[in-house]
């Protein structure tokens, strides 16, 4: 709450108060662009404050189709002309680039045209999901209207079980509370998420957008909240599985041993980080990949990659079997890289599990831990 006071310029704010503040970040990936620069043509809008502005190439990169790669060369020539930060190199994901470039701070507002802009809660900051549409005037004038969120703490203790990551946190919480979460701000705060890593950090944020949550973010260890505290055992929880049609469709992995699975995917914005990457390759170390899989990794970031490299990671990997693919979104938003036939069944790392997410709508998406993920690729089956 004092975050947004702060940035609204106000004493104080109340839940459910209109209000309207200053953005620090804004930002935005090719597939919101086609929306966000109909609005600037149509609207001839201008970019208040460019030097607040990051642009990613990330859901389609390099570009599949014509219609992709003229769009790509639409957004460099307005990003050029408006001086705004375009990284279409293949740097990679939007809140991995952000997180790389940008020192983001506590209490810092970012507004993004993504699902997943409260990502950037793992540092502190706060923040704000909308359209590509909903961009545009926060791009003309860097502030953002919106009603102050209800506030609900997780307060997280305990240690992981050796067979678990963050990402079956992350599950677990939207299996267990997503309907008390939804529409509501999430600070995350307890001995568990003071001790994990950063990487581990941005999975948790990532993740629960899914649930509808407001936003998301690691609070100050001096914050007080009024209202709602749910106390969560870390050591509780298991390997967790979300089953199709939905994100909070979570069970105990163990209800889905023996699901035969056709594709293994691991990386992007929610788990393509080189703490998940390890993890994989320890698993894949002298295995390979059941012969009816097909595994696919896609690094967060080329930064994340060239580490992959130094480590001796790449290798591994594709010894074993798997598909690395150039960093960024990869098969998540079912643009090209991976896509799934109507037959196929999956277990992935990614965001999402609705039917045609990542190709046909008859294939079956199942969302896991990049663990629970890299163990399924190598027996072809939940396990």
């Known amino acids: 709450m004092d975050s947004l006071a702060k940035a609204a310029s106000l004493p104080e704010v109340a839940t459910g108060q209109s209000i309207s503040i200053k953005a620090h970040l804004i930002m935005a990936h090719d597939g919101t662009w086609p929306k966000i620069y109909a609005a600037l043509k149509q609207d001839q809008a201008r970019v208040g404050e460019a030097n607040k502005v990051l642009i990613t190439v990330d859901h389609a990169f390099p570009p599949p189709t014509i219609q992709d790669r003229a769009q790509q060369k639409g957004m460099a020539e307005v990003c050029k002309e408006r001086n705004i930060k375009l990284y279409n190199k293949g740097e990679g994901v939007l809140h991995q680039v952000a997180a790389e470039t940008i020192d983001i701070q506590p209490g810092m507002i970012i507004v993004g045209a993504d699902g997943h802009v409260a990502t950037s809660g793992a540092f502190g900051g706060i923040g704000f999901s909308v359209s590509g549409e909903e961009l545009v005037p926060v791009l003309e004038t860097s502030s953002y209207q919106l009603k102050v969120p209800e506030v609900i703490t997780l307060h997280l203790d305990g240690s992981l079980r050796p067979e678990t990551m963050a990402r079956d946190v992350a599950l677990y919480i939207l299996g267990a509370y997503g309907e008390a979460i939804k529409g509501k701000g999430v600070a995350l705060r307890g001995p568990f998420i003071e001790k994990i890593s950063i990487d581990s950090r941005m999975t948790i944020c990532n993740l629960l957008p899914e649930a509808g949550v407001a936003t998301a973010f690691m609070a100050p260890k001096d914050s007080d909240f009024e209202g709602t505290v749910i106390d969560i055992d870390i050591s509780t929880i298991e390997p967790m599985i979300a089953v199709p049609p939905k994100p909070t469709s979570v069970y105990p992995i163990k209800a889905l041993l023996g699901k035969k699975i056709t594709v293994a995917i691991i990386g992007g914005c929610s788990s393509g980080r080189i703490e998940d990457i390890v993890t994989v390759a320890d698993v894949l170390r002298n295995n390979h990949v059941h012969h009816d899989v097909t595994l696919i990794v896609t690094p ?30 990869g098969p998540c938003p079912g643009k090209h890289f991976g896509v799934l036939s109507c037959d196929d069944v999956a277990i992935t790392t990614t965001v999402r599990n609705s039917p045609g997410r990542i190709g046909a709508k008859e294939a079956e998406i199942y969302l896991a831990s990049p663990l629970s993920v890299a163990k399924a690729a190598i027996k072809g089956e939940i396990c």
Not at 301 to 327: C, E, F, H, Y
């Open 300 to 329: 967060a970031s080329i930064k994340i990659a060239n580490k992959m490299d130094q480590l001796g990671l790449t290798s591994i990997l594709r010894s074993s079997g798997a598909v690395i693919m150039p960093p960024g979104c």
